[in-house]
């Protein structure tokens, strides 16, 4: 795992699962072809690069001490990692569902 307020690895004790338990996995690159046969079911959440600057900045400006040094990581790192993935994995080819999501409420879920 990784924590990306720290800008780090983590570590955390093994659990399992119970047989009939249902887990539910969410970050980004998740359907990098090392981990795509784990997961039953897929969905991908597609934002726009400029909502998604939007949103991140305002959501993580206290994280990384105002919206200039958060706007700067998506726009250096953040971003330019999704486009690396998104052009070499094309992650809405392998979802099962890929949800629209500009607009939460006006969201549109598109099914294979």
Known sequence: ???????SETHSPTQTAQQNSILLFDGVFLLRQELID?????????????ESLRRATLRDKELFGSEA???DR??????P?????LKT????????????????????????
């Open 1 to 7: 795992m990784f924590d990306f307020r720290t800008d």
């Open 38 to 50: 784990y997961w039953d079911y897929k969905i991908f959440v597609d934002v726009d690069f400029e």
């Open 81 to 85: 990692g999704q486009k690396i993935y």
């Open 89 to 112: 994995v094309n992650p809405k080819t392998l979802a099962d569902v890929v949800v629209k999501n500009n607009v939460p409420e006006k969201a549109m879920v598109c099914y294979k």
């Open 69 to 71: 040094p958060a706007r």
């Open 74 to 79: 998506y726009l250096k790192r953040y971003i």
